[in-house]
């Protein structure tokens, strides 16, 4: 995949850093197909760690695969009451997310945005003029880091949802993806962050 594309315009050192996040097995418990808000619990840590990067300048963003929209299994409706909870239990000032995306593709249509596409993180470093070189995509899954590492970004995993496949742990190491035990461990160990 080619690397995003930077507004050339900005200066250097201005640009913001961003974190594009997983939600289900990094900032909510993994439900498979959560769809109901009383489902919605957040992973130990998560708030003070979104907080911590927030006060030190990292704009954030959801990237989450909802194939259960595709399938049928839940309504976008169902989705926003989801969203709205994890806003409710995480209590910080609006705006949390700069953008959220929920790609809704079934795993055998065409991808456009769902992950390992990287097609969102790359709009979204070019219109908002996000310094990618200090920008992650952290999830649960292998096809998280893959977006991140397909957008140019770098990109983490965790273990705090989806349990690693095989050959998982392999490819992490292969492409220098540091593997943490949760996203509060991601910000405190590679970015730095005291909460
Ligand atoms: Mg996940």
């Not at 200066?11 to 640009?15: A, H, I, K, T």
């Not at 998280?144 to 590492?149: C, I, Q, Y």
């Given at each position: 995949?080619?690397?995003p594309s930077l507004p050339a315009a900005t200066?250097?050192?201005?640009?913001p850093p961003a974190l594009f996040l997983d939600r289900d097995g990094n900032l909510i418990e993994d439900g498979h197909h959560t769809s109901r808000p009383e489902q919605v619990r957040l992973i130990p840590g998560v708030r003070d760690a979104l907080a911590a990067a927030l006060g030190s300048g990292y704009r954030l963003f959801i990237l989450t695969n909802q194939s259960g929209i595709g399938r049928g299994f839940f309504t976008w409706e169902d989705y926003h009451a989801c969203h709205r909870r994890m806003l409710e239990l995480l209590a910080l000032p609006d705006p949390v997310f700069t953008e959220v995306k929920a790609a809704t593709e079934r795993p055998d249509e065409p991808s456009e945005y769902r992950k390992p596409?990287?097609?969102f993180i790359q709009?979204?470093?070019?219109?908002h003029g996000l310094d990618g070189s200090r920008s992650w995509m952290?999830?649960?899954r292998r096809t998280?880091?893959?977006?991140?590492?397909n957008a140019g970004i770098r990109?983490?995993?965790v273990r705090s949802g989806a349990p690693f496949k095989e050959g998982d742990e392999a490819h992490a190491a292969a492409h220098g993806v540091p593997i943490h035990r949760s996203f509060?461990?991601?910000?405190?160990?590679?970015?730095?962050?005291e909460f």
């Open positions: 995949m080619l690397a200066p250097p050192g201005m640009r596409s990287p097609r709009e979204c470093l070019e219109r952290v999830g649960d998280d880091w893959e977006a991140g590492l990109g983490c995993g509060p461990d991601f910000v405190r160990i590679e970015l730095g962050l």
